[in-house]
């Protein structure tokens, strides 16, 4: 038996848009997916679809990196002060 399942989609590329817009098109176009690089936190909380993240080539996480002043005394990473 096959199954075959037909999904119709809605292609539009914004291009620097702000979190506002990007709500606004997917309420507008009743969006249940949206496909999005390393914005797409900035806008979990203002839509009701889903999201879809890429990861770019040689993207790196700040929330995985170090930071250290220059004083030279080291900070806590978010990691480790959650645990302080």
Known sequence: ??????????????DRATARVIAEFTGAN??????MG?????IFSKIRCSILTV?????????????????????PTPETARRL
């Not at 009743?30 to 496909?35: A, F, P, Q, R, T």
């Not at 390393?38 to 900035?42: Q, T």
């Open 1 to 14: 038996m096959k199954i075959f399942v037909y999904v119709t989609y809605k292609h539009a590329v914004l």
């Open 55 to 75: 990861k770019p080539d040689g993207f790196v996480s700040v929330r995985k990196r170090e930071l250290i002043p220059s004083s030279g005394r080291r900070r």
């Open 38 to 42: 390393s914005a797409a936190e900035r």
């Open 30 to 35: 009743h969006s249940d997916l949206i496909v």
